[in-house]
Each structure stands twice: as structure tokens, then as C-alpha cells.
Nanobody, 116 residues
Framework: VQLQASGGGLVQAGGSLRLSCAAS????????MGWYREAPGKERELVAR???????NYDNSVKGRFTISRDDTKKTVYLQMNSLLPEDTGVYFC???????????WGQGTQVTVSS
């Protein structure tokens, strides 16, 4: 299973970005799909996650600004990020858990930089 993330970039505070992460390989079903980020000097942390049943959870810092969605027919998870803040800066990693074996996979990371 491979994950290909895209959509990162440089944006001014208050702007928006949309991240995408497409999974490929032998996948019969997908359980949880989510996004994590590593801010400079910090550990990787959960940003948003969506289960196969539609349950979502967000880090408190992004609630009301970010929206996670998924298209299982395309094996893709998205993160719509609005009202971006400089503290949203970091490398964003997608993560999926396959349904057939429960293995967790990580994407390569995409850089998001928000300037003030």
C-alpha cells in the first residue's frame, strides 16, 4: 500500500489549502483515515481523523476551521483547511488503516507554511 499526499504550500494567514492523500495497492477496504502534523520542534500530533462509519474527531486547535472528508471509491482522504494560522505550519502526514489486516500506513508528508 502506498499513500501519495499533495496540496501543501505557502499561504498567508487567513488563507486556505486543501490536502489530498490517495491510497493505492492491494486495498479491499479502509478503516480510519486521518491527517497528522509535525510542527517545527514538536512531535507528530493528530489533526483530524475520520472512521469508515463517518465519525470524525479533530484537534481542538483546528475545530471549526478544518474539515476532513474521504471518498472511498477513490481511496482518498482530504483535509480542507480554512482560516489558516501561522501555528498551523508543519509537515502534514496522511495515515490510513486498511480494513483487511488493520495495518497502519503513512504518506510521505506535505509541507504547509502559513506566513503572518
Amino acid at each position: 500500500v502506498q499513500l501519495q499526499a499533495s496540496g501543501g504550500g505557502l499561504v498567508q494567514a487567513g488563507g486556505s489549502l486543501r490536502l489530498s492523500c490517495a491510497a493505492s495497492g492491494t486495498i479491499f477496504s479502509l478503516n480510519d483515515m486521518g491527517w497528522y502534523r509535525e510542527a517545527p520542534g514538536k512531535e507528530r500530533e493528530l489533526v483530524a481523523r475520520r472512521t469508515s462509519g463517518g465519525y470524525t474527531n479533530y484537534d481542538n486547535s483546528v475545530k471549526g476551521r478544518f474539515t476532513i472528508s474521504r471518498d472511498d471509491t477513490k481511496k482518498t482522504v482530504y483535509l480542507q483547511m480554512n482560516s489558516l494560522l501561522p501555528e498551523d505550519t508543519g509537515v502534514y502526514f496522511c495515515n490510513v488503516v486498511t480494513g483487511q489486516d488493520g495495518i497502519s500506513y503513512w504518506g510521505q508528508g506535505t509541507q504547509v507554511t502559513v506566513s503572518s
